[in-house]
């Protein structure tokens, strides 16, 4: 469960903090449950590891980048 390589970046909800976004070089990004801390769900269509990531102030959307070098 979770991450296949080091975690490059995160992203808390911040109206609730119920989710955490957490991006890696695996070029996965997985939401989280903050609570429990389970697996919510997992994008894995990144085409590199993923660099950043940030939850809009009402938590509705999540946006990912990548960097290719």
Excluded: Y
Excluded at 22 to 36: E, F, K, P
Excluded at 48 to 63: E, F, K, M, Q
């Amino acid at each position: 469960m979770g991450h296949q390589d080091e975690v490059t970046c995160v992203a808390v909800s911040m109206n609730d903090k119920a989710q955490v976004i957490s991006g890696s070089r695996d070029c996965n990004l997985i939401v989280w449950d903050a609570d429990t801390g389970g697996e919510v769900f997992t994008l894995s269509q990144h085409s590199a590891p993923v660099t950043g990531v940030a939850i809009s102030a009402d938590s509705l959307v999540a946006v990912s980048g990548i960097c290719k070098f």
